[in-house]
């Protein structure tokens, strides 16, 4: 079977085994309980599990802080305007096959007011020279790696820390997709 039809399989189960043996909602819900231990509950964005989350995501990734929220969509959006509003700049770049381009009909630009231009060529992963065919200035550039609408192609890390340069050297917030960390 090849990956592809794998995946095509999976995909039309409407049945998923999710553990060995039976297992009574009492156990399910026992363990459950045992494994959450006694950490405070989140609420709206506060509490030890979602505070210590956070550190240690900002520790792994050497940044002094980080904000977890409940989907990417929202992650990508709350970046983006917050990049374009420190920049007082509304123009931001992102692959073609960005989900916020493909998927999200274009809520950036209607919740946001963000202008997008598209870095890349729409079946290829972008690189360093899309972003140096870029002729204006932009806020922010948005990278999801993989690349999913592609087949989660990636380029090679060297074009990803030479992208990381070209944002740097031009003063332009980099956010990366951290869905696939």
Known sequence: MTPDERAAAF???TRTLRAHGARVPRAVLAAMAEEAGDESADVYGRGALIEGFEREVATLLGKPAAVFVPSGTM???VALRIAADAR???TVAFHPTCHLEVHEQRGYAHLHGL???LVGAPRQPVLRADLDALDEPVA???LELPQREIG???PPWSEVEAMAAWARERGVAL???G???
């Open 152 to 154: 989660g192609v990636l």
């Open 88 to 90: 007082g700049l509304r």
């Open 75 to 77: 992650a990508q959006q």
């Open 11 to 13: 995909r039309s189960a």
């Open 175 to 177: 956010h990366l997709d």
């Open 140 to 142: 922010a550039l948005l």
């Open 115 to 117: 202008v997008a231009r």
């Open 179 to 181: 869905a696939r960390l």
